[in-house]
């Protein structure tokens, strides 16, 4: 029998009892990491990394019951052996391996082979079964260097400066927020978020996690000319979002990597940037794993699965899930 | 060629026409005047033959990336561009742009296409190799041929003429002419002058105002003369010295598109006339469905001109042997312009616009009510005793005639420009006991109207096809159209033109509306 299997609830493990970022209320859920499509409301009990704690009960309610763990660090649940292992995602990501009788399966959660110096690398991790992710698992998307990325958009700002024009960056406030915002050049402007970025922030400066701050924008005569704002895209058609006059807007996202992607949120400013694994970094991370059976979850499963078929031999299969990974939509 | 790629993405589709044109000016402004005579040669059309076939440009790519060919289709997919999987697929060691700019790349791929195929795929690797993923992408579009752009010609000119300090005309006019990136420089084609460059220069339009209520009572219907408008382009066309232009109202050279009135130039005089043109078999009954398909072609195939012929329906006369006409009155130009044109040939693609001159209110009235008999959109009153002004004024005004009405049904609905609600409709009405589409638009009702018809369609979904919902057929939405043709693209066999919606209702019976033989009866 599977030691994991895929019901309406979610990724299960039936001896163990205990679900893996389930999308229905159940008893036991482990978390891979705090995005809204892993770490849903309403289950009994939480297991997570110790960093995706603080990240947890601020999105979820401070009253959730939720028990932190080390990477690295194995408990046991019914007999079944669980570690967590680093994603390299986001901040407190996590891959979850479960091992029974010496059989090895790893959920692997969104993640990223690039270290973004913001959260703990991507470690692989060994196993006979590997359920993974394939947000961007077509070898159109091939992430360029993480540097040459900040770079363009140290350039981009500093561009708009000088024509004082506010810059906006469309980015997750979870995640991707805190990674550009470590690699922003201060001498340019100001740097400011929106509420919703500010407060994950602050969640992470309490818990010693992560340091970088930036303002809050507060109404008043500024005009923000110099500066840089960085923001979740839904807040650009509010009230919040129209108060910046002439800004140049921008959106990081992995999508930006394709014409019909940057066309399709209609910005003149796009810039590859992705907390996902890219094509050579999802082939990587499998080969890495050692993995005799692949099962892919949300992305371009079919076409991945096909792939790992016929390239490498190994016995693949897609599932579907209600994983949603970097969504074009937001 | 990093600044004609930053171009291309601030040319993005959706970009207003201002934004057009300082993106173009910046553009200008930055690169040489080399890369510019190029840009403009691209930007305008003139794309550069293939040098190899889709079909050779993938399997080189899918061989360099290693990749199988159904991954290739399958990521053509998502990007809808082999051109674009191409760049993409191979990885890359570079992420610097190359030093090599816009013409020289031009220049590079029009000497590859000289060389024996084998020869020029092993270059393409080489090239490949040199460049970033973005630059990839351009190269890979010139090689096979695909590189389009959305960019009209009305900003490329008016960016040119800011850059340059030229007059626009002067810049549309050689603009439009046969040239080739490679014979000439900026200089040579716009630059220097030519003694037959005031020749082109059209006058400034006259436009009527919308005939309201308050202006019907008070005007003496005695001091105007009143004729038909139709569907058709507005242009001036120009005969000086031998040398014929159309402008539209907009400032676009229309030349080329109709051959036809080339046959003015044979015409022992000069003179510049305001007209529109209209695509008819018949004298007068304009088509503007087909009328469209004309104005969109640049250059027309013998077939379209035979298939769709189009004339020019003469209005006024603003210059007559280099003599300015403007300032006499309008009845004095209509004179002028019926003793000129009385004895043209009867093969010339020229109709003078009748005019009339009723004597009451009432008249008037009749002749708008027989708008729709002649196919018109409305009548125009113009002042006798006006000159031909510049711009919007009161001497002309426009009065259009009723529009039809139906009463349609709402068939399919769709959310479109990222909208929260369903903002597109599909309308239908009866073709015996079937519902047909009749037309597709935005919806243009109340937003407190489209928020609850859209809370109403989000529960009475009855299929989906991709985005596009269908519903129960119980929205009944009120329709008024200006004009009606002859369709073959369309599955009911008529295009509507300048739809409104007027009101909805909700309704379980839908018997009530219009049916198809009722539409085609407008025709």
């Not at chain 1, 080969?287 to 490498?312: C, D, N, P």
């Not at chain 2, 009749?366 to 005793?385: H, P, S, W, Y």
Request: proline share 4%.
């Amino acid at each position: 029998m599977d030691l994991l299997i895929n019901n309406a609830n979610g990724l299960y493990c039936p001896i163990a009892d205990v679900y893996i970022d389930p999308w229905r209320p159940v008893e036991k859920a482990l978390i891979t990491h705090g995005h809204s499509d892993h770490a849903r409301t309403g289950h009994t009990k939480y297991i997570a990394h110790n960093h995706s704690v603080p990240i947890l009960k601020s999105r979820l309610g401070k009253n959730i019951n939720i028990h932190g763990v080390k990477f690295g660090e194995s408990f046991s649940i019914n007999g079944v052996s669980c570690t967590f292992y680093p994603a390299g995602h986001i901040i407190g990501s996590a891959q979850i391996k479960l091992s029974y009788k010496g059989e090895d399966w790893v959920v692997t959660g969104d993640y990223k082979i690039q270290k973004d110096g913001v959260c703990t690398p991507f470690e692989p991790v060994k196993c006979h079964t590997i359920i993974t992710e394939s947000t961007f698992g077509l070898p159109v998307f091939q992430w360029k260097p993480q540097a040459t990325v900040f770079e363009q958009i140290n350039h981009w700002w500093k561009t708009n400066a000088e024509n004082n024009r506010t810059s906006i960056i469309c980015t997750y406030s979870l995640g991707k927020a805190q990674r550009i915002l470590k690699y922003l050049d201060p001498s340019i402007g100001s740097i400011y978020a929106h509420d919703s970025i500010n407060k994950i922030n602050q969640v992470l400066n309490e818990a010693g996690i992560y340091h970088n701050q930036a303002k809050k924008v507060v109404k008043d005569l500024r005009t923000f000319q110099k500066d840089i704002i960085l923001t979740p895209p839904n807040t650009l058609k509010s009230k919040w979002g129209k108060q910046f006059v002439n800004p140049s807007i921008a959106m990081a996202s992995g999508w930006m990597a394709i014409q019909s992607g940057r066309k399709r949120f209609g910005l003149e400013t796009g810039f590859v940037l992705s907390d996902h694994a890219d094509w050579n970094g999802l082939n990587k991370a499998i080969i890495a794993s050692e993995a005799e059976r692949v099962i892919v979850t949300h992305g371009y499963k079919k076409a991945y699965a096909q792939w790992l078929q016929t390239e490498y031999g190994l016995n693949a299969q897609s599932i579907d899930t209600a994983f949603v990974g970097e969504s074009p939509e937001i | 060629m990093k600044s004609f790629i930053n171009l291309l993405y601030k040319l993005n589709d959706g970009n207003s026409s201002s934004n057009v044109v300082s993106a173009l000016l910046k553009y200008f402004n930055r690169a040489s005047t080399k890369e510019i005579i190029w840009a403009i040669s691209l930007l305008k059309g003139n794309r550069p033959k293939r040098t190899i076939t889709p079909p050779v440009l993938k399997k080189l790519a899918c061989e360099q990336a290693n990749i199988p060919t159904w991954l290739f289709e399958m990521s053509t997919k998502i990007t809808k561009d082999i051109a674009e999987t191409s760049a993409l697929i191979i990885e890359k060691s570079t992420h610097v742009h190359s030093k090599k700019t816009l013409d020289q790349w031009c220049i590079i791929l029009l000497e590859l296409a000289t060389f024996q195929q084998e020869m020029k795929l092993v270059k393409i690797i080489a090239i490949w190799d040199q460049t970033t993923a973005e630059e990839c992408l351009l190269i890979n579009k010139l090689l096979i041929g695909s590189f389009r752009t959305t960019i009209g010609q009305l900003e490329l000119v008016e960016a040119l003429s800011i850059f340059l300090k030229i007059e626009k005309h002067i810049i549309a006019v050689r603009f439009e002419s046969d040239w080739s990136p490679h014979d000439e420089s900026l200089e040579s084609l716009f630059e220097k002058p030519n003694p037959k460059d005031h020749l082109a220069k059209p006058f400034p339009f006259c436009f009527a105002n919308n005939f309201v209520k308050q202006t019907k009572k008070s005007i003496d219907i005695l001091s105007f003369g009143v004729e038909y408008f139709r569907h058709g382009l507005r242009c001036q066309v120009i005969k000086r010295e031998n040398s014929l232009y159309i402008w539209s109202k907009t400032g676009q050279l229309y030349t080329r598109s109709f051959p036809e009135l080339l046959e003015l130039k044979s015409l022992p005089f000069d003179f510049v006339i305001d007209g529109q043109i209209i695509c008819s078999k018949e004298n007068h009954i304009s088509d503007f469905n087909r009328l469209e398909s004309r104005i969109n072609k640049k250059r027309p195939t013998k077939k379209i001109l035979i298939d769709i012929p189009i004339m020019i329906n003469v209005f006024d006369i603003l210059e007559m042997e280099q003599k300015d006409f403007r300032s006499f009155s309008f009845e004095k130009r209509r004179q002028a312009l019926n003793t000129v044109f009385i004895d043209i040939p009867v093969t010339m693609p020229m109709v003078l616009n009748e005019l009339f001159y009723p004597s009451t209110m009432e008249e008037c009235n009749l002749l708008l009510e027989k708008a729709k008999e002649v196919k018109a959109k409305g009548i125009l009153l113009k002042n006798r005793t006006s000159p031909y002004l510049e711009n919007r004024n009161d001497n002309w005004l426009k009065w259009r005639k009723d529009p039809f009405k139906l009463k349609t049904v709402l068939l399919y609905a769709q959310k479109m420009n990222r909208s929260s609600v369903y903002n597109h409709y599909s309308l239908a009405v009866m073709n015996k006991d079937l519902l047909i589409p009749i037309a597709k638009l935005e919806a243009s009702l109340p937003k407190k109207n489209i928020l609850e018809i859209s809370k109403w369609i989000a529960k009475n979904i009855v299929d989906k096809f991709g985005p596009v919902r269908q519903v129960k057929p119980s929205i009944i939405i009120n329709i008024t159209f200006e004009d009606i043709a002859v369709s073959t693209r369309h599955k009911s066999g008529v295009i509507l033109k300048s739809i409104k919606m007027v009101s909805w209702e909700k309704e379980e019976n839908v018997e009530e509306i219009s049916h198809l033989t009722e539409v085609i009866s407008f025709v």
